[in-house]
């Protein structure tokens, strides 16, 4: 069965940093785009950022300059470094990732999140 599932949320302080794992496991055929979702209270889920299987980034402008995403394709791992973190950055964040499964078809998975809490 495959799955991905976060680690490393936590409570910060404003202007401090956190690091958070997303591993895929289970039968992959392939690994595709791999990112990181954020909802906050009262809102709705946006994207934080994402990254290919070649490296290739996108990032939404409110984390852009602060937050950097990265894989390791041979751990099946995807991470976000949040570094100068803001109030506004308080959310639960999920991770997704497009997955082919072995004798299946290509679909995106979703972690079930783990929460960020930054303190002003």
């Known amino acids: 069965q495959v799955q991905v599932v976060e680690s490393g949320g936590g409570l910060v302080q404003a202007g401090g940093s956190l690091r958070l794992s997303c591993a895929a496991s289970?039968?992959?055929?392939?690994?595709?785009?791999m990112g990181w979702y954020r909802r906050a209270p009262g809102k709705q889920r946006e994207l934080v950022a994402t990254v290919t299987n070649s490296g290739r980034t996108n990032y939404a402008d409110s984390v852009k300059g602060r937050f950097t995403i990265s894989r390791d394709n041979a751990k099946k791992t995807v991470y976000l470094q949040m570094n100068s973190l803001k109030p506004e950055d308080t959310a639960a964040y999920y991770c997704?990732?497009?997955?082919?499964?072995?004798?299946?078809?290509?679909?995106?998975?979703w972690g079930k999140g783990t929460l960020v809490t930054v303190s002003s």
């Open positions: 289970g039968s992959i055929f392939s690994l595709n785009v």
């Open positions: 997704n990732a497009g997955i082919v499964p072995r004798g299946g078809y290509g679909m995106d998975y």
